[in-house]
């Protein structure tokens, strides 16, 4: 069985804060990938990354960054110098050998405030 | 410019008429995903098409279909919404052979 699980329901910062968000998964497939999403209150899904099984190495995208770990099974997501536009609800996803599909985790509500 | 397109992005329909959501893309991509999302939960997958294959999910209830006429369109049918269904439905596409999905804006449906 695939599962996503985000323990972290609600994180609230002050601008200017660094803050992760915590992901681990579990699956029985070789071959996965990992996502994260940026869910606004406008309701869309943005994607934000994509990691293979394969590939550990963190990555750094401006201010975000994702630190892959297979030995802990985990795929933590941090902002650094958060900004109000960063307040979304943020979703870890898997996807393995089933066409595709998207396992979700239950999303973590992140509010920055100024 | 918008990729995935979902037309309305709101609407509003009576407990039992049925209602139709729209989903284009502009990505040429050759799967196409529909999703519910009610309000503080993940997206739940409804079904999806690989190409002109329907894929359901098993606990997809029967009073949701599903249309792709071509590649570049994909319909929601709800035939008798009830107040349960009022949610966000996404549509979402992929490519074939890569893995990730993009999604749309969205559609928030309200059942009265």
């Known amino acids: 069985a695939q599962k996503v699980t985000q323990a972290q329901t609600e994180i609230s910062v002050v601008e200017k804060e660094d803050v992760t968000l915590d992901c681990v998964y579990e699956t029985r497939d070789t071959t996965y990938y990992l996502f994260w999403y940026k869910q606004p209150p406008s309701g869309e899904l943005v994607f934000l990354i994509r990691?293979?099984?394969?590939?550990?190495q963190n990555e750094i995208s401006g201010r975000y960054s994702w630190n892959f770990q297979k030995s802990t099974s985990s795929f933590n997501f941090t902002i650094t110098a958060s900004q109000v536009v960063d307040s979304a609800v943020y979703f870890c996803a898997l996807s393995g050998n089933q066409g595709g599909k998207l396992i979700f985790g239950q999303g973590t509500e992140l509010s920055v405030k100024p | 410019d918008a990729m995935v397109i979902q037309n309305p992005r709101y609407q509003v329909t009576q407990f039992g008429k049925p209602v139709t959501l729209s989903c284009s893309q502009t990505?040429?991509?050759?799967?196409m995903y529909w999703y519910q999302q009610k309000s503080s939960q993940a997206p739940k997958l409804l079904f999806h098409y690989y190409d002109k294959d329907f894929n359901n999910e098993a606990d997809t209830p029967d009073n949701f279909q599903s249309r792709r006429p071509n590649t570049s369109f994909c319909f929601l049918d709800i035939r008798s919404p009830g107040l349960g269904d009022a949610a966000m439905y996404l549509c979402a596409t992929r490519l074939g052979g890569l893995e990730t999905q993009y999604f749309g804006p969205g559609t928030r449906l309200l059942v009265l």
């Open positions: 990505l040429n991509h050759n799967v």
């Open positions: 990691r293979n099984s394969f590939d550990e």
